[in-house]
């Protein structure tokens, strides 16, 4: 789909509070325990795991074991609130397809939606994709968090080869607003480490967290945006926070950072 020129019909919307939804093969749930997006766009209950995203209650007992369906089967989920949803057209290129459900699309045009984040900023998440129609139901959101890096919090260490030579420049993708990133148990952390800010590919608006315990192996770390040091250097044997938010866009992050040190 290409963008168009000219105004079209407003967006047709689906207001969703109780979604049918696909379960996974395996699964037995129970009617008002919690249901969770699995990451590949099937809905399961809770486990030992951080990449589920609790959406809502199941609405009835449903059974895809080996004693059931024993097969992905149909189950329908309280979402405990309305969910807004708009139709966007669905790329043909890189469209986005049923197993997105749960996870997020990104704008390719003024009205179309792909799967391709490459340089594309994240339209919102996809509850439902109609092949028929090739449109894609979408939530609009400020601020998405996506069944695949839901885990508010993140422990880097070098041990656990987060640093290379000390150093670490996470990925866009894995700066999801709201994380908290707690930097090393200072098992593997030596002197003038250095934090990089990615340069592109993250939301407007995201924030995220950084903390470390300096004492803990008497490391040292500046945050910086390419080569150019947003900080001070975090002295070692101190504790300290540092907030940085992306007052640019996708296609250019400026990152502002305010920090505090304990003694």
């Not at 986005?96 to 699309?105: D, I, K, L, Y």
């Not at 866009?172 to 607003?177: E, G």
């Amino acid at each position: 789909m290409t963008a168009t020129t000219q105004s079209i019909l407003k967006a047709a919307t689906k207001v969703l509070r109780y979604p049918q939804l696909i379960l996974l093969s395996g699964q037995k749930v129970y009617r008002n325990t919690f249901s969770c997006f699995n990451g590949s766009g099937k809905v399961v209950g809770p486990s030992a795991a951080t990449t589920l995203l609790t959406i809502g209650r199941f609405a009835d007992d449903y059974d895809a074991s080996a004693t059931g369906a024993n097969a992905d089967i149909k189950c329908v989920v309280d979402l405990g609130r309305d969910v807004c949803t708009e139709a966007f057209v669905n790329d043909t290129v890189n469209p986005v397809t049923a197993a997105a459900v749960g996870n997020v699309c990104y704008l390719l045009d003024n009205q179309t939606v792909t799967i391709d984040s490459t340089s594309h900023s994240i339209a919102g998440r996809v509850w439902e994709v109609n092949t028929t129609e090739n449109i894609v139901y979408v939530q609009v959101l400020e601020t998405v968090t996506t069944a695949t890096s839901n885990a508010k919090t993140a422990t880097l260490d070098t041990a656990t080869a987060n640093f290379t030579g000390n150093d670490w420049a996470p990925a866009a993708a894995t700066l999801v607003s709201g994380t908290t990133f707690v930097i090393g148990s200072g098992s593997g952390l030596a002197a003038n480490a250095t934090l990089t800010l990615p340069g592109s590919g993250v939301a407007a608006g995201t924030e995220v967290r950084f903390a470390a315990n300096g004492a803990q192996g008497a490391f040292t770390v500046t945050i910086r945006m390419g080569t150019t040091a947003i900080t001070s250097t975090l002295t070692a044997s101190k504790r300290w926070s540092a907030r940085a938010v992306n007052v640019g866009d996708a296609t250019t992050s400026i990152w502002v950072v305010d920090y505090t040190v304990d003694a």
